[in-house]
């Protein structure tokens, strides 16, 4: 069965620092592959996904971006956090188009 | 951009009651999805929809895809302490990119034993 992890479950950081979540999937090939941000309270705001390796699309202008150096692994990166980027962040799969998404467990991000 | 309006926002009830809670949006929709998220957790996947009409049931969980491809709701029946959450519709338009799911802002249920 298919399974995806995400890692850390919570992250606090200092602004200015920078960020390296990670995200993998097991037990499929080549999934599309997403991240979301949610903040408190509220709904899923997706910010990149990635149909395969090295192809990025990002939904919002930000601070963030995202890579996929293998088939089954999402990175979200930041050079230089700010405040504004606090949220839970969630990664998710689905196989293709039309197809549900599943979510990870998701990451805790603070910033002070 | 494009949003689905999710009702009620919050629900308060008393175990046993029935619930029920809807999505709609202006666009038409090919696939409807409801999730169910626990605090500090990521959405799980409740039901999905395809087709226009379709009823889909798991347990005590019933969900439809409207006629006009344009709502869809959700209905819990017996509520229990652990139907506590927030619930989420996803819908994938017509014509949409890769797939790319549109949320609703979640209605937050509270169970009362």
């Known amino acids: 069965s298919q399974t995806i992890h995400q890692w850390p479950a919570t992250l606090v950081q200092p602004v200015g620092s920078p960020l390296s979540l990670e995200c993998t999937v097991e037990?499929?090939?080549?999934?599309?592959l997403y991240w979301y941000r949610q903040a408190a309270g509220r709904g899923l705001q997706l910010l990149f996904y990635?149909?395969?390796?090295?192809?990025i699309s990002s939904e919002v202008p930000q601070n963030l971006s995202a890579s996929r150096p293998q088939d089954r692994q999402f990175i979200l990166s930041s050079k230089k956090l700010l405040l504004s980027d606090s949220g839970f962040y969630l990664c998710?799969?689905?196989?293709?188009?039309?197809?549900?998404?599943?979510f990870g467990d998701g990451t805790r991000l603070s910033i002070l | 951009g494009q949003q689905l309006n999710q009702s009620p926002q919050s629900m308060f009830i008393q175990e046993g009651e029935d619930v029920s809670m809807n999505c709609t949006s202006s666009s038409i929709f090919n696939t409807w999805l409801w999730y169910k998220q626990d605090p500090g957790e990521g959405p799980v996947l409740l039901i999905a929809l395809y087709k226009a009409g379709e009823l889909t049931s798991n347990g005590r969980l019933t969900a439809q895809f409207g006629i006009t491809r344009k709502d869809s709701f959700l209905n819990i029946s017996a509520s229990i302490p652990s139907d506590v959450g927030i619930y989420f519709c996803?819908?994938?338009?017509?014509?949409?990119?890769?797939?790319?799911?549109?949320f609703g802002k979640g209605t937050k249920l509270s169970v009362k034993p």
């Open positions: 996803a819908g994938s338009r017509a014509g949409g990119s890769q797939g790319n799911l549109i």
């Open positions: 037990g499929t090939s080549n999934p599309n």
């Open positions: 990635s149909v395969g390796i090295g192809q």
């Open positions: 998710a799969w689905s196989t293709q188009s039309r197809q549900p998404q599943h």
